[in-house]
């Protein structure tokens, strides 16, 4: 028997949970949009692509021309959606509104995640996040796309690895799908996805190690301590630089994740976005029985105050994310 299409499991196999019709359309759409993106990343070197386009983004960074590509795949895609409101990306400085749609969702993505991968053929992918659209008529505002990542009604990412991944959640639990190239669907491989609670592998780039806080300066010497050290057993490392192929290695095979705060990101208030990269790769964290934090306070539950604000990022393996906590609780953290 074939395993279920991601529509088909979202109509069907979800017993319980209402789905309505425009949510399932927003998601057919972002797999369509994902899909697409996909096409182009496989193209590699082929189109003239690799490059960068000669000039910075809103986040200061370089934006490559496969950075572009993809939003505007995500973009006409919005905006074709009968049930999007409007929408908001790591590639532009403002938000967009599809007036006709008032009251449909708000969509806010990073639609290439991990693109300094792109030039050397390694794993990036999309993220996304579907927040509900605000009660009260009238022109949308960047105000209504600033919610608790706790009011997210979807959240997921496609991964542009050897084979193409949809991971997604809408509450009940995460799911994962592969692209089938042959029929070009979305099949059900990886139901119920679910982190171990425990963990002997980290992700944190080492390079910024003198730049950490004493948490985690203490927890990261303590891995690297290994059996000879308080925690009494080996930690492996990996680090892809890209938070997409991170999370699903958290949810394939378990571990914790860090981007934390460092001195040099402390202006900024992190590395990683809350929108449209913490937010939505926490919940699915959470989703699948691990924790998402700052150190200090829960992904899901921190106010944004602006469109592309950056926060520090923990997540992954229950316990191991409460020993961060734990440290970083403490008045003395290298105590
Ligand atoms: P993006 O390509 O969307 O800007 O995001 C890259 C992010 C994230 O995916 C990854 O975890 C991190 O940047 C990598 O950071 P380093 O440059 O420190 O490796
Ligand atoms: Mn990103
Ligand atoms: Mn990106």
């Not at 929408?87 to 806010?108: P, Q, R």
């Not at 608790?148 to 949809?166: F, H």
């Not at 509450?171 to 171990?196: C, K, W, Y």
């Not at 571990?255 to 990269?277: A, H, I, M, Q």
């Amino acid at each position: 028997m074939h395993p279920p299409t991601l529509l088909h499991f979202f109509e069907t196999q979800q017993h319980g949970v209402d789905h309505s019709q425009h949510l399932l359309s927003v998601i057919g759409d972002i797999a369509q949009a994902c899909k697409l993106v996909a096409r182009e990343v496989s193209h590699g070197a082929l189109l003239g692509n690799m490059g960068n386009v000669g000039h910075e983004n809103i986040q200061g960074e370089q934006q490559k021309t496969l950075d572009v590509i993809s939003n505007d795949i995500f973009i006409k895609m919005a905006e074709d959606n009968p049930y999007i409101a409007g929408i908001a990306s790591e590639e532009m400085e403002h938000t967009l509104e599809f007036s006709a749609k008032a009251g449909g969702f708000l969509l806010v993505f990073d639609p290439l995640d991990g693109s300094s991968n792109v030039n050397l053929n390694l794993s990036v992918g999309s993220i996304f996040s579907v927040l509900p659209g605000p009660d009260s008529e009238g022109p949308l505002t960047e105000q209504d796309f600033l919610q608790l990542g706790t009011q997210q009604v979807c959240a997921g990412y496609a991964l542009y690895g050897t084979s193409t991944m949809l991971v997604l959640t809408t509450g009940q639990g995460v799911n994962g799908f592969t692209l089938d190239p042959d029929s070009g669907e979305f099949m059900l491989t990886h139901p119920a996805m679910r982190i171990a609670p425990e963990a002997q592998e980290f992700a944190i780039n080492m390079s910024n190690q003198r730049f950490w806080q004493p948490p985690v300066q203490r927890y990261i010497d303590e891995c690297l301590a290994g059996t000879q050290g308080a925690r009494g057993k080996d930690f492996n490392m990996r680090w892809v630089a890209s938070m997409v192929a991170e999370v699903h290695r958290l949810l394939i095979r378990g571990g914790v994740f860090l981007y934390p705060l460092d001195s040099r990101t402390k202006g900024k208030g992190g590395r990683l976005r809350l929108l449209y990269e913490a937010s939505p790769m926490g919940w699915l964290i959470e989703q699948a029985g691990g924790l998402a934090t700052t150190g200090h306070k829960r992904l899901l539950e921190i106010e944004p105050t602006a469109l592309h604000q950056r926060v520090p990022v923990i997540l992954g393996a229950q316990e191991e994310v409460e020993l961060l906590l734990s440290y970083h609780s403490l008045k003395d953290p290298t105590a």
